[in-house]
């Protein structure tokens, strides 16, 4: 059974960046994908970073240019890297593993931006 963790949520300063990581344990399968999505309290979960197996990276629009998302397969982990952070980045973000058609969620960790 696969399980996912993720950490470094916290409050921060408009402008400032935060490091989000993420564990997986379990059965981990070759060419899965790998992101990250979070969820602003009143709206919809949106993909924020995505990266597959192989290294290929997607980004959501609002945040090109100041989050980075990585992964070190030996280890297990996938981090965010979040820079130049705005008010409107507060959310629960989330670790999402997809592999096999099956999509597996981290319990989230909370981020909030203050103005």
């Known amino acids: 059974q696969v399980q996912l963790v993720e950490s470094g949520g916290g409050l921060v300063q408009a402008g400032g960046s935060l490091r989000l990581s993420c564990a997986a344990s379990g059965s981990i399968l070759s060419g899965n994908v790998m992101g990250w999505y979070r969820q602003a309290p009143g709206k919809q979960r949106e993909l924020v970073a995505g990266i597959g197996s192989g290294g290929t990276t997607r980004y959501a629009d609002s945040v090109k240019g100041r989050f980075t998302i990585s992964r070190d397969n030996a280890k297990r982990m996938v981090y965010l890297q979040m820079n130049s952070l705005k008010p409107e980045d507060t959310a629960v973000y989330y670790c999402?593993?997809?592999?096999?058609?099956?999509?597996?969620w981290g319990p989230g960790t909370q981020v909030t931006v203050s103005s």
């Open positions: 999402n593993l997809f592999q096999l058609g099956t999509s597996i």
